[in-house]
C-alpha cells in the first residue's frame, strides 16, 4: 500500500515534536519534512510530493490561511490552531479538519484518516480511468471528462497532485499521478525523462545532453534517467 506523505508546518518545536509522533504511529502514514515557516514550505512543495499538510494558523512571514491561498492545487490541508475563530474561513477554503491545540491523538486520528479515505477515494477514480486498454482516454477536467487520444499526446507534466496533458492542439490539467499514469503509458512508446516529465519519444524533434525538444518547447532530461532516455534514443538513429 502507498503510504500518504505528509508535511509539518508548525513554528512552535513541542507542537512540530508532537505531530511527528502521532504520524509515526500510523502505518499509512510517513513524514516528507517539517518546517517552521510558510514560505520554507513553498519551495518544499516544489520538489517535495506531499499528500497531506498539517498546518499552523499563527506562523511567521506568511500566516497559514494565507499560504493556502498561495499556493495552486494544495495537498489536502488539516489546521492545527489553538485559535477556533478561525475554522470558517478554514473550512472556506476547503481544509479537511481543523485540529484545535492541544490536539489529543484520537483526535488526530478522525482528522488523518479522513484525509486518507479523500485521497484513496481520489487514486481510486483515477484506475478506473486507466483500466481498459485503449487509444484513448477520459481525464477529469473540472466538472466534466475530456477524451485525450494517446497517439496526439507530446508530453506530460507533473505539478504535483496534477499533471498536464499537452497534445499538438491543446492541453488540460487533470488531479493524477504522474506515476499512475507513466504505468498505464508503458509500451506506448512514452518515456519518462525526467521525475517530472514524460515524453512521446517519437515526437522529439531534436534533443542534445540535457533535454529534448518538443515543438520548441525544451524539456530537460534528468540526471538519472539519462542513460535510459539515450539507450531509446539511439534506437531511433
Known amino acids: 500500500m502507498q503510504k500518504i506523505a505528509c508535511l509539518i508546518i508548525e513554528d512552535e518545536p513541542l507542537a512540530a515534536e508532537i505531530l511527528e509522533e502521532y504520524i509515526s504511529q500510523m502505518p499509512s502514514l510517513h513524514l516528507a519534512n517539517i518546517c517552521s515557516d510558510a514560505i520554507q514550505a513553498i519551495d518544499i512543495l516544489k520538489n517535495t510530493p506531499v499528500d497531506i499538510i498539517f498546518l499552523d494558523i499563527h506562523l511567521p512571514k506568511l500566516k497559514g490561511l494565507d499560504?493556502?491561498?498561495?499556493?495552486d492545487?494544495?495537498?489536502?490541508?488539516?489546521i492545527t490552531s489553538a485559535y477556533q475563530e478561525y475554522a470558517l474561513q478554514g473550512y472556506e477554503l476547503n481544509v479537511v479538519d481543523y485540529l484545535l491545540k492541544p490536539i489529543e491523538f484520537k483526535r488526530f486520528v478522525v482528522a488523518a484518516n479522513k484525509a486518507c479515505q479523500?485521497?484513496?477515494?481520489?487514486?481510486?477514480?483515477?484506475?478506473?480511468?486507466?483500466?481498459?486498454?485503449r487509444d484513448?482516454?477520459?481525464?477529469?477536467?473540472?466538472k466534466k471528462k475530456e477524451?485525450?487520444?494517446?497517439?496526439?499526446?507530446?508530453?506530460?507534466?507533473?505539478l504535483r497532485e496534477y499533471i498536464k496533458i499537452v497534445t499538438k492542439d491543446r492541453s488540460i490539467l487533470t488531479k493524477l499521478s504522474?506515476?499512475?499514469?507513466?504505468?498505464?503509458?508503458?509500451?506506448?512508446?512514452?518515456?519518462?525523462?525526467?521525475?517530472?516529465f514524460i515524453v512521446a519519444m517519437d515526437?522529439?524533434?531534436?534533443?542534445?545532453?540535457?533535454?529534448?525538444?518538443?515543438?520548441?518547447?525544451?524539456?530537460?532530461i534528468g540526471r538519472s534517467y539519462k542513460d535510459l532516455v539515450y539507450s531509446h534514443l539511439e534506437s531511433f538513429n
Request: aromatic letters at 10%; glycine letters at 2%; proline letters at 4%.
Open 67 to 71: 499560504f493556502i491561498r498561495a499556493i
Open 73 to 78: 492545487f494544495p495537498p489536502k490541508i488539516i
Open 118 to 133: 479523500q485521497i484513496s477515494d481520489s487514486r481510486v477514480k483515477n484506475n478506473k480511468l486507466l483500466t481498459a486498454e
Open 136 to 142: 484513448y482516454l477520459f481525464f477529469n477536467v473540472g
Open 147 to 158: 477524451k485525450i487520444v494517446i497517439e496526439e499526446i507530446l508530453y506530460i507534466e507533473s
Open 178 to 196: 504522474l506515476n499512475l499514469i507513466e504505468e498505464y503509458l508503458l509500451n506506448r512508446n512514452m518515456l519518462r525523462i525526467h521525475r517530472s
Open 203 to 220: 515526437k522529439i524533434d531534436a534533443f542534445s545532453a540535457t533535454d529534448v525538444e518538443i515543438k520548441g518547447k525544451l524539456i530537460p
